[in-house]
């Protein structure tokens, strides 16, 4: 799977792509791990990794969740990934609000 050069996008569009299916795509696991080197390469933010690690865990819970065809665990985590998907785009929202406020 191959995903966008801004990294910040590219972890949006894999959250994008495995909450309109049922399961995780094919390669989201690996995608989302190639972001997370790429942010630590980029000494990104701490919370930004942090946040994109958060997101690989529940990616793998949801798939275990499936794998077990537990539907409680997969309704959770699919939750966890929609606040994951918030928390995401407010990290980087934030950020331009406060340089938008002091300008």
């Known amino acids: 799977m191959a995903y966008a050069s801004d990294l910040h996008i590219a972890v949006y569009q894999v959250l994008d792509q495995v909450m309109?299916?049922?399961?995780p795509p094919p390669g989201a696991t690996?995608?989302?791990?190639?972001?997370?080197?790429?942010?630590?390469?980029a000494s990104?933010?701490?919370?930004m990794v942090r946040r994109a690690e958060e997101i690989a865990l529940e990616?793998?819970?949801?798939?275990m969740a499936i794998?077990?065809?537990?539907?409680e665990s997969a309704s959770s985590?699919?939750?966890n990934l929609q606040s994951l998907a918030g928390q995401w785009l407010d990290c980087q929202i934030r950020p331009?609000?406060?340089l938008l406020v002091s300008a």
């Not at 990616?59 to 798939?63: A, D, F, K």
């Not at 794998?67 to 539907?71: A, L």
Request: net charge positive; glycine share 2%.
């Open 20 to 23: 309109t299916s049922q399961v």
């Open 30 to 41: 690996a995608t989302i791990h190639s972001i997370i080197d790429d942010l630590l390469a």
């Open 44 to 47: 990104a933010p701490e919370d």
């Open 59 to 63: 990616l793998h819970l949801l798939s």
């Open 67 to 71: 794998s077990k065809r537990d539907g």
């Open 77 to 79: 985590a699919r939750r």
């Open 96 to 98: 331009k609000r406060s």
